[in-house]
């Protein structure tokens, strides 16, 4: 199964334009490398042909979401639901990326714990842009199943 060939819907647990990444270039054991351009699809822009460069967080949370997807779809695995904990050392060289600019989106996993809980380093650069963060996730089966864990 080639990455690049796979829809990025299909591997994580959003549909229609919340998704945010246009498509998956590679993958490794610990990283993948997406690719997407910035939109101006009203979802998170606040100005006109611009968006908030902290919502790379999102694109770098949809990679770690895709390379879990893609990786429990090799095992034979449903797609889990992510939930990001947290994001730190964010930094952005900008405070908005231009509607239309071309970006590329990677993810390199830093550590991973029986418990569904790990870390990831993300970036998300292009012309003129460099943003990066640490980002803390939680992959669960269900809602359900973090619920009952909680109580």
Do not use: C
């Amino acid at each position: 199964m080639n990455i690049a060939d796979i829809e990025v819907a299909s591997l994580i647990p959003h549909a229609g334009e919340i998704v945010l990444l246009d498509r998956l270039e590679t993958f490794t054991e610990d990283s993948i490398n997406a690719h997407t351009v910035v939109r101006d699809d009203g979802l998170f822009n606040n100005t006109p042909h611009q968006v908030p460069s902290f919502i790379a967080i999102e694109y770098m949370a949809q990679a770690i979401a895709a390379w879990a997807g893609y990786r429990g779809k090799s095992l034979g695995q449903p797609v889990k639901i992510g939930l990001l904990l947290g994001t730190r050392d964010f930094k952005a060289s900008v405070d908005y990326m231009p509607v239309g600019a071309k970006v590329q989106v990677r993810i390199q996993r830093i550590m991973e714990m029986a418990n569904g809980m790990a870390v990831f380093d993300g970036w998300v650069t292009g012309d003129g842009i460099e943003i990066s963060g640490r980002l803390s996730v939680l992959s669960v089966a269900s809602l359900e199943s973090l619920d009952s864990s909680l109580t």
